[in-house]
């Protein structure tokens, strides 16, 4: 196969973008696929080890491109610059870690298409980046095939990878976990905090330093009921009224998406309902069985 330009499969350390990669290299030949990773310099040293593992399964090098050392220090540099964790449009980290550095790559490069592991669970997500974003001819080879994020994990373990650690901790994702991923929700951060104590106890007094530089309430989470408001890690001296997390429950989610260079953007119609409540899930081997349905890896 020939194509004039490359398609651009986009691999984030989770284990739908790991499949993606692999899908787009078998059906369009290795030669016409660029892998590339948008490093925020937050991610557990686990996915530095996961990332060299696909390397060796996919036979070519994923190419890295980063802010981290050339507009920024490191994610908290943007957080301070910025006083702001997650607001409504996204976070600023992932705004300016992730979205903006694939914007600045799209600026210079060309591509035929841009593989994004948009599940076949998450049929709206794709249709709202195929309208919103057309200039990225945006290909989607997990819903192509019909494979869930819980096909891809029983995929890999059967070719003999090992998943990321954030997956064997119970967790849904695998993004930021060096401070823990401000959007990953309520329950995520009920579990940090019984879990990984030292990182909930860290974004607690991140939280509260940014709420007193900015003099307002500067916080990860908010309680989505009716009026719900903003809700803070440990409650704030000065800002009784705020909710803290000690209040709030958290239910079973739906899986989220990868990180992959649009979170923080605001163009996707429909988001999962659970999202901003909890994710992760007690035990990773809970995951079914799932039949191969005919699309083997080679």
């Not at 696929?33 to 994923?62: L, M």
């Not at 600023?92 to 903006?100: A, F, G, P, T, V």
């Not at 951060?189 to 030292?198: N, S």
Request: glycine share 8%; hydrophobic share 30%; with cysteine.
């Amino acid at each position: 196969m020939y194509l004039e330009n490359k398609v651009i499969a986009w691999w984030s350390g989770g284990v739908t973008s790991a499949i993606i990669c692999k899908l787009c290299i078998d059906m369009f030949g290795i030669e016409n696929v660029r892998i590339i990773f948008i490093d925020t310099k937050n991610e557990d040293e686990d996915t530095y080890r996961f990332k060299t593992d696909c390397e060796n399964w996919y036979g070519c090098k994923i190419e890295t491109i980063t802010n981290i050392g050339v507009r920024y220090e490191s994610i908290q540099h943007v957080w301070n610059k910025y006083l702001s964790l997650n607001i409504s449009k996204g976070a600023s980290c992932s705004l300016r870690l992730k979205r903006y550095v694939r914007e600045d790559w799209e600026k210079h490069n060309k591509w035929s298409y841009q593989a994004f592991g948009f599940d076949i669970k998450e049929t709206q997500r794709a249709i709202s980046m195929t309208l919103n974003q057309p200039h990225i001819n945006a290909i989607y080879p997990l819903m192509l095939f019909g494979l869930t994020k819980k096909d891809c994990i029983n995929m890999l373990k059967k070719e003999g990878l090992d998943l990321p650690i954030t997956y064997k901790y119970g967790f849904q994702n695998n993004n930021c976990f060096k401070t823990g991923c401000i959007q990953g929700g309520i329950g995520y951060w009920q579990k940090m905090k019984r879990d990984f104590p030292e990182k909930f106890y860290t974004m607690a007094k991140v939280e509260h330093e940014l709420t007193d530089k900015k003099g307002e309430p500067v916080t990860m989470l908010k309680d989505q009921s009716k009026n719900g408001g903003k809700v803070f890690l440990m409650s704030h001296a000065k800002y009784p009224e705020v909710k803290d997390i000690s209040m709030m429950k958290g239910r079973e989610p739906q899986p989220l998406t990868e990180c992959n260079g649009f979170c923080g953007i605001n163009d996707l119609a429909q988001r999962n309902s659970t999202e901003n409540e909890i994710n992760y899930e007690p035990i990773l081997n809970s995951f079914e069985k799932t039949e191969e349905r005919g699309q083997k890896i080679k």
